[in-house]
């Protein structure tokens, strides 16, 4: 049986590695996905090619069979209600009970134990609880704090706290292996279970608004090392794939999302201490000019190239289809049209490129802000559709704004912007937008999707 396992633990790894590499494209995202679901259909498959004998406990094995099915159903309820405006929540919900199953694993190994192990697997039970239990409760806050439930909480107390658990964290298990520490193996790995979870929640709480893409991306990888860590400990192949995988994808785009805002990632986990109104005035006392949809229909069909940079608010709004009927109109009159999209533009990494697939619209015509920021004066037009933080000339003009230094699309440079809002609420890093106030900009009050779907009807009727 063993050669049956090992064979489908070889074929589970390839469909994670095509799985991946399809996933990096939002056109065969869906096609990607699919693989590697079958993938790990595969896996476990396997695991039972490898646990049927003739010794076999079959009320264990039952146990199994209802917890899978019932996971199966739950699971599956879950992705079809979740709205797009709920899906970073639900990846970390999902990111949970990954690091949460890890935690699991260490915690019912370490009760097994009796008499002394290696070294080497003592390590590898202890890191893997402990970055399981992070990963866990680290996931269930940025779930909370993602569905406005928890606020940012920072302080000089939370901070030292931090710091000072990485260091009981280290120190507990070579006081253990040196026979300083008097404790069972199974009192240590529950220490630093506890301490895991504790250190979870602190290393979440402080994090700012804009910085939570980056958080989310790094949950996902200590869960895929907790889970390789896991795969290591059982000599189960498939686990260790896949947590090399998600690991080493997770780290890969905390890099990039780091890079975008042009953070250090040792600042993101910090958390933001800045001032949250960055020393402006509030939004309330901002000068602004405000449109209509006549106006907006007119600059459109005076406009040659057109960009639209989404946001969070337009997964709110569900205005993605909208937004494609409206390139097709304007492509008919042979107009360029571009969605210029911003690296943490959303809640998750990804969100918009996601949100402008399920709405059919074609890769190419989505643009990263590096190949538009140097023509931005080329833009006869922008409608910044929910977008804030991405667009804040803040972030490179005032050095007490929480986004200062982030890399943004450069609106404010292009010939017209209109931003389509629904009030002068600031966006998720919670300042107010100094675009707002340029010559060039207009403010389009209203439900994004039932402006578009105006400016759209209008267009047909001049068309």
Known sequence: MSIFMNIGYLIASFSFIIGLKLMSSPKHANKGNTIAAAGMLIALLSVFTGVVTDNINYTNLTIILVAILLGVVVGRQMAVKVKMTEMPQMVSLLNATGGGCAMLL??????????????????????????????????????????GKLKDYNSVVVNATSKLLIFVCIALPVAYATQILSISF??????????????????????????????????????????ALAGLLHDNKTMIAGGIFVGAAGIFLTMLMCKAMNRSLWKVIAGNSKSKNGGTQSAQEQEIQETNVAETVTKLLLANKIGIIPGYGMAVAQAQHTCFQLQKLLMQQEKILDYIIHPV??????????????????????????????HMEEYDLLLVIGANDVVNPAAETNPESPIYGMPIIKAHLSKNVIVLKRSMNPGYAGIPNELFEKENCQLLFGDAQTNLQEIVQQLKVLS
């Open 106 to 147: 260490g915690w019912i190994e370490a009760i097994q134990i009796t008499s002394f192990i290696g070294v080497g697997s003592q390590a590898l039970l202890n890191l893997g609880t402990l970055t399981g239990a992070i990963a866990f409760s680290g996931s269930i806050v940025a779930y909370l704090k993602l569905a």
């Open 186 to 227: 199974f009192e240590l790995t529950m220490v630093l279970l506890v301490l895991g979870l504790i250190y979870g929640i602190l290393f979440v709480v402080p994090i700012g608004g804009a910085d939570m893409p980056v958080v989310i991306s790094l949950l996902n990888s200590i869960t895929g090392i907790a889970t």
């Open 345 to 374: 533009a959303g809640r998750m990494p990804g969100h918009m490129n996601v949100l402008l697939a399920e709405a059919k619209i074609e890769y190419e015509y989505l643009k990263e802000m590096h190949e538009t920021n140097d």
